[in-house]
């Protein structure tokens, strides 16, 4: 079993930073995959970020590229995301999720475990 809790959201002006992290906890895998995912009013849920934990490989959405940054810390079990230059697009509840497998994936389907979600607002 796998929990995973994330933390950081919140309302940001345009322009401004936020920093997401999620704390994961119980059973560990010897190879898996953890990602950012986000949903706004009316959409399907989109992949955002993702990394390897074996060599912290990490994939981004061309959305957030040269903006959001994903980050592990194998210490404390815990992944995080650094946003920067946030814009109103990028408001959405935003959701960790994690895979026992080493490969990164950009589909909900692929992912067996999720955190509750957190509210990032970013106003104009």
């Known amino acids: 079993q796998v929990q995973l809790v994330e933390s950081g959201g919140g309302l940001v002006q345009a322009g401004g930073s936020l920093r997401l992290s999620c704390a994961a906890s119980g059973r560990t895998f010897s190879s898996y995959t953890m990602g950012w995912f986000r949903q706004a009013p009316g959409k399907e849920r989109e992949f955002v970020a993702g990394?390897?934990?074996?060599?912290?490989?990490?994939y981004y959405a061309d959305s957030v590229k040269g903006r959001f940054t994903i980050s592990r810390d194998n210490a404390k079990n815990t992944v995080y995301l650094q946003m920067n230059s946030l814009k109103p697009e990028d408001t959405a509840v935003y959701y960790c999720a994690a895979r026992p497998v080493g490969l990164v994936a950009t589909t909900t389907n692929l992912y067996d475990y999720w955190g509750q979600g957190t509210q990032v607002t970013v106003s104009s």
């Open positions: 990394i390897r934990w074996s060599d912290g490989s990490t």
